[in-house]
């Protein structure tokens, strides 16, 4: 059976951070899973390189876009290499091959009709690239995706028939029940399409580096839509529009996105499959958004966690375990050292590698390192039952993309041996003269360790490989045949010494995030001067924009002493306070700080706060905001910043 499984393709305007790692690991981790099955196995990754974002990122940095693109597609294949994933292709949507096939399926679905020419004019979050109906705006303004404010913008493009494709996609989803995984995600995709699909515009003209119209249609003022580029990926990957050699894989058995770009995969990308007459994914696995110590993760706050930077100080293995067991599948997850840590001590020092520990000492004791399961059967009938009822429970796992509990049932394993030993205490047996029934139970812990090697190494594929060499055999398609299919066990064999697998972390060993101003919804809202001009997606991306400034630009934020006239509580919101502070005489803002949670609203009566003065105002659900307040914050709450002694209100900081 042949079976395919992506990523998504990485933007090319940042490093790699924890997130991208996350979802690379859960693809690669499934694909290795798949190919010690013995299945034929196609794993692609790649990066996305086209649109405004990625054609801008190269101008700040006064670099051709190709070679900016080269750049940073370079570092995520280079990390990834290091990371040892196994892809059997990168692709980067600057590769002629991928440019030709977005043609050729443009063209079809010209030819189809299901494309056609037309103007947009409408309510387009330029940082969502999308276009939503006024029904779905916020306060009629605002984007439902990001907050941002919508444009009313009206331009030349072509149109995707989407909306031909309400019924058909309704009908997919519930004949495909578990298209999307965790199942829970479906609803939120069929409200939508029920609420109603507009024609999506898919060129645009106010940009050029993207694919160039197919020369059949001309119109070469217009580029291609960055998503429809990128989401023709999974199959022009596999020679579409070209020469079809690996089409054989489509369509894929599992596509792995992160939940921000649900709508992209669920919708719009069966549609474009639809209209190419191409089948359709058979899952789609969504998964949750990491955050670090509780906050969300981004650039300018510093507190990004860089993947390079926790394998080289925790090992790349134990970073693949903690992320796929740390966080049910589809749900948000949180990246602490305090948690990586924990994990590393209790489960993989404790539980899996004193185990091995135990069995190297006492085989050495007890048989001169010599392992015969001759009599395993006959003593431990009823432990090896249950390691075979958690062998069978964790395909079912897998295919669900729940490694968390995959995880969770294989660390079974670990406990029947640790029992087994603690109830029949091999070294009483040895001194009482039952030695057979001790080396015994030594042979059933080597056998489930074994077993549990073989399952684990799509997940720690080097620390397993390491187990089995100690247990000498190794972990192909063939002993997971025969120890996992065929439950047989281990031939006698000896034993090897090895120091121990996991030692045990006493100290964080990375720097903690810096501890940074809280996330205030201004921020959030704030948006640059010419939407036009954003960004393909969310802000919560890593991008090389904030680096070390000049003292210059650090004065050109003012900052100023004020004095909180009256506060309010902003209705139906859990965060925000409506404050009215006077930064001087004639000097009144409004602003909308979230600081709800740690101060009330009469306590900041009369106190002073430092607050940023030259903001652009952004309104926050629907009110608008003049300012913003500076403040600290820690895993004990948040603080207000505030001067030392009361100054005039508009005193500058600085
Ligand atoms: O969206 N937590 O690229 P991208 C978890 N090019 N996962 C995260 C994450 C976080 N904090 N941040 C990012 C794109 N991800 C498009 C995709 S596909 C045809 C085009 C992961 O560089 C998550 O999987 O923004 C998300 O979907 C992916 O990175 C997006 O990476």
């Known amino acids: ?97 991928h440019k030709k096939g977005v043609q050729k399926a443009f063209e079809i679905m010209y030819a189809k009709g299901d494309i056609y020419k037309d103007f947009y004019e409408g309510h387009y979050c330029v940082s969502c690239e999308t276009f939503f109906p006024e029904t779905q705006l916020v306060d009629g303004e605002f984007c439902p995706d990001c907050g941002r404010t919508t444009n009313v913008v009206k331009e030349e493009s072509y149109f995707f028939r989407l909306s031909n494709y309400q019924d058909k996609l309704l009908e997919f989803y519930e004949q495909n029940p578990d298209f999307i995984l965790p199942r829970s995600r479906m609803n939120e995709v069929t409200s939508f399409v029920k609420g109603g699909l507009r024609d999506l515009s898919v060129t645009r003209t106010s940009f050029s580096w993207g694919v160039k119209m197919p020369e059949s249609i001309g119109d070469d003022k217009h580029v291609m839509y960055v ?102 599948f589809g749900q948000d997850g949180d990246f602490s050292q305090r948690a990586f840590i924990d994990r590393i001590n209790s489960e993989l020092s404790n539980d899996l590698g004193n185990l091995l520990n135990r069995i190297i000492g006492m085989s ?5 390192f010599e392992i015969d399961s001759v009599d395993v059967e006959k003593y431990h009938a009823k432990e090896l039952n249950a390691v075979n009822e958690v062998l069978d429970s964790l395909d079912g796992f897998m295919q669900n993309m729940q490694t968390h509990r995959y995880l969770e049932e294989l660390w079974k394993l670990f406990s029947i041996g640790n029992t087994a030993i603690t109830e029949h205490e091999p070294w009483v047996k ?145 965060k925000l306070l409506k404050l009215q502070v006077s930064l001087g005489e004639n000097d009144t803002r409004q602003i909308v700080a979230g600081i709800k949670e740690f101060y009330s609203a009469e306590e900041l009566v009369d106190t002073q706060v430092c607050v940023v003065a030259n903001l652009k105002p952004a309104k926050l659900m629907g009110i608008m905001s003049e300012g913003m307040l500076l403040a600290a914050k820690d895993e004990d709450g948040l603080c207000l910043v505030r001067p030392s002694k009361p100054k005039k209100p508009g005193t500058p900081i600085g």
């Open 227 to 328: 998503w429809l580029d990128a989401l023709l990926n999974y199959v022009t990957a596999l020679g579409y529009g070209k020469d079809e050699a690996n089409m054989d894989f489509w369509p894929a058995t599992a596509q792995i996105v992160g939940k921000d770009i649900l709508r992209f995969h669920a919708i719009y990308w069966p549609a474009f499959l639809m209209s190419l007459d191409l089948p359709l994914p058979k899952h789609l696995g969504v998964h949750g958004w990491w955050t670090r110590d509780g906050e969300k993760m981004s650039k300018s706050k510093g507190n990004v966690v860089s993947p390079k930077e926790v394998a080289d100080a925790y090992g790349v293995e134990n970073l693949r375990y903690f992320m796929l067991r740390e966080v049910p």
């Open 364 to 368: 050495g004791k007890y048989s001169e």
């Open 1 to 97: 059976m042949s079976k395919y499984i992506t990523t998504p393709i990485y933007y090319v305007n940042g490093e790699a951070h924890i997130g991208h790692a996350y979802t690379t690991f859960i693809a690669d981790s499934m694909a290795r899973y798949e190919r010690l099955k013995g299945n034929k196995t196609f794993f692609l990754t790649g990066t996305d390189e086209h649109g405004q974002k990625i054609e801008e990122s190269a101008q700040k940095r006064n670099k051709p876009t190709q070679e900016f693109a080269d750049e940073i597609s370079a570092t995520f294949k280079n990390l990834w290499d290091q990371f040892e994933i196994s892809y059997d292709k990168f692709i980067r949507t600057t590769d002629e091959d």
């Open 430 to 574: 040895v001194k009482n003269d039952q030695k057979d029934e001790a080396l015994a139970t030594v042979a059933l812990v080597a056998n489930i360790l074994a077993r549990a090697a073989v399952m684990l190494h799509p997940i720690m594929p080097r620390t397993t490989e390491t187990v089995a060499d100690t247990l000498c055999f190794s972990i192909d398609t063939q002993s997971y045949q025969e120890l996992i299919v065929e439950k047989k066990l281990l031939k006698l064999f000896n034993i090897k010494k090895i120091p121990p697998l996991f030692p045990k972390v006493e100290e964080p060993l990375m720097p903690e995030a810096p501890k940074a101003m809280p996330e205030t919804e201004p921020q959030k809202q704030e948006k640059p001067k010419n939407e036009k001009k954003s960004k393909e997606k969310f802000e919560s991306r890593a991008s090389f924009d904030d680096n070390l400034i000049e003292i210059g630009q650090f004065f050109e934020t003012s900052l100023k002493v004020g004095t909180v006239l009256e506060a309010e509580e902003v209705p139906k919101s859990k």
